[in-house]
């Protein structure tokens, strides 16, 4: 998967064009696909699972990152939901910056995670491989290499780590630069 930190980057969009996006929704498009995760997760943990078994569940999507869960079932509840906090606290609430955002920002959150998964869900319920493997520098990461105890087959994780650390990497470069400038 994409780091946190990249996901978050994304979210610097905003600064391209500030009267465009609602910066709020945009930060909660851009994690929103990841919410499943707590539920895939947590289901593996209350059942008592062990580390390992945990572990390869991180790596499962689900309807939420398919463009079905996303696009016609969270875009619309999230902003019903930004639409009840901004009117509890007394924001502004802007429906086509709003729906903007929210549509960009998990748009963008797919993207992001096509290299990210052994298995996409984008058509869902169809599942196909991913054709988006990121392999480059792997030679250097294999020390630092967490799942060498858990896979079936040696390295087979190895272009989902390394796409995690690029992600992280580059988007760390990129909140630098925005910071700076």
Known sequence: MASVFAHFALASIYYIDP???DFYALLVAVMLPDIEYLYIIGKSYLRKEDVKTITKTAFR????????????????????IIYLVYNAIGMQF????????????????L??????????????PKVIETPFKINFGS???RRFYPYKK???????YMPYFTWL??????????LMIIVIF
């Open 19 to 21: 009267t465009y996006f």
């Open 61 to 80: 999507t689900g309807f939420l990152h398919s463009l079905i869960g996303s696009f016609l079932f969270a875009v619309p509840i999230t902003a019903g």
């Open 94 to 109: 802007i429906l086509p910056d709003v729906l903007h955002s929210l549509i960009i920002g998990v748009a963008l959150h």
């Open 165 to 174: 650390v690029w992600s992280t990497v580059l988007s760390c470069l990129v």
């Open 150 to 156: 858990i896979e079936f087959e040696p390295y087979y």
């Open 111 to 124: 993207i992001m995670d096509l290299p990210a998964h052994p298995y996409l869900m984008l058509f869902y």
């Open 139 to 141: 030679r250097h990461l």
